[in-house]
């Protein structure tokens, strides 16, 4: 299938390079004006942003294919839940290498039962 855009996909230099705003018209007219979270209809005066379908922290690209309109209330929500699983996957990752640190102080535990530590002397039963 041939490739019918006339403009070439705007890919960052870096990943913390600001989208620019031509692009950012661009992405919300290929989805319909439609916030991709939630899909209701983004209206004059909603604030949203381009955001990134796969977050870049979890190896998504910062380019256009991978930028998508989000209502602000729900890119929040998907940028906390985007974190929880960077955060989660780095655990894993740190327990398997062995390199997640271990605890500070060893757990306590209850000791053992005084009377049967003297029962044991005195060879009577508690």
Known sequence: MA??????????KTPDTPIPPR???RVFLAHGGRCYLSGRKIMPGD?????????????GENRESNLAPALRDKHREK???????KSKTY????????????????????????SRAASARTGRAA
Do not use: M
């Open 3 to 12: 490739d019918t855009r006339s403009v070439p996909e705007w890919i960052g």
């Open 23 to 25: 692009v950012k018209d």
């Open 47 to 59: 604030q949203w942003d381009a955001e990134h379908v796969i977050a870049i922290i979890n190896g």
């Open 79 to 85: 940028t906390a839940d985007d974190v929880a699983i």
């Open 91 to 114: 655990r894993i990752r740190a327990k398997h290498n062995g390199t997640w640190p271990k605890s500070k102080r060893p757990l306590k535990g209850r000791g053992f039962d005084k």
